[in-house]
């Protein structure tokens, strides 16, 4: 909760009132009329001289002031605005002796984060005074939510600028490439040696087309006239068995007779071994 503590002091009509008072009313003066800077700091000289409750409101309006501050920039951001446009306030007038040219606009995510860490410092003092104000600790959760939001725009930014700079040479290379093969043909056009001058077309012979043309001679038929031949059988590969049909059968059949006896030894083989194993009990 964003309010100024309007802090009274009761003096007697013999005792003056003190300085540290009088800049804290002031400050409340100068803060109703919305100048900041030097309402904070009068809030600053209460702050530094008064005592108890006096510095303790001194210290919760210096973190109200910075909160309000920080707020007022940080609806001039671009994600800000995009989101809430209806929540933008205007920006204060630039304070003096900030080195800003004439002209220049302050980057409004640089000085949000500024005030909102004053804030949190002022947050931080105030509860340590007296960690039970509940006003306090709204604005620290505040603030602490606020500086969350920055980072992540910033964040979000960084990312942009780093696709668009993977991008960049990318079309760069892509503009390249559609200029390449122009300037290509033009290096190679040059440089190509000299070609023959075409030959003109010779002219027909007018006697070659007064005779008669001639009726094609019997080797002269075509394709389909002349007797096919049996294709010839394919020829054995370097490294492949020469061996006809009938060849490849039977070296077939005598291995397959080999199997069979090779199989009945085993037979025979395993047959002996049980008979010539005696018992022995």
């Not at 620290?140 to 992540?152: C, G, I, N, Q, S």
């Not at 190679?188 to 043309?213: M, V």
Request: net charge negative; with cysteine.
């Amino acid at each position: 909760m964003m309010i100024l503590w309007s802090w009274l002091w009761l003096a007697s009509p013999e005792q003056p009132a003190p300085t540290a008072h009088a800049a804290y009313h002031e400050g409340l003066r100068l803060a109703r009329e919305e100048q900041r800077d030097a309402s904070a700091r009068e809030f600053q000289v209460a702050r530094s001289r008064g005592q108890g409750e006096l510095r303790n409101a001194a210290v919760y309006n210096l973190a109200t002031l910075a909160l309000q501050e920080a707020e007022r920039w940080r609806a001039e951001l671009p994600e800000v605005r995009k989101s809430a446009p209806a929540a933008a306030l205007p920006l204060p007038p630039l304070p003096s002796g900030t080195g800003q040219q004439p002209g220049q606009q302050p980057d409004p995510l640089t000085e949000a984060r500024k005030h909102y860490l004053e804030a949190r410092r002022h947050c931080v003092e105030r509860l340590r005074l007296d960690w039970r104000d509940g006003d306090t600790r709204a604005q620290a959760e505040l603030v602490t939510r606020r500086l969350k939001e920055l980072d992540e725009i910033e964040k979000q930014r960084q990312q942009q600028q780093q696709q668009q700079q993977d991008q960049k040479p990318q079309d760069q290379k892509d503009q390249k490439d559609q200029k390449d093969p122009e300037s290509k043909q033009d290096q190679q056009d040059p440089q190509q040696p000299d070609q023959p001058p075409e030959k003109p077309p010779e002219k027909p012979d007018p006697s070659a087309q007064d005779k008669p043309e001639e009726p094609p001679s019997e080797s002269a038929k075509p394709e389909d006239s002349q007797p096919k031949t049996p294709p010839k059988e394919p020829q054995p590969q370097p490294g492949e068995p020469s061996l006809s049909k009938e060849e490849m059968v039977q070296l077939l059949d005598r291995l397959q007779k080999l199997e069979e006896q090779a199989e009945k030894l085993k037979a025979q083989m395993r047959e002996a071994r049980r008979t010539s194993v005696k018992k022995d009990w």
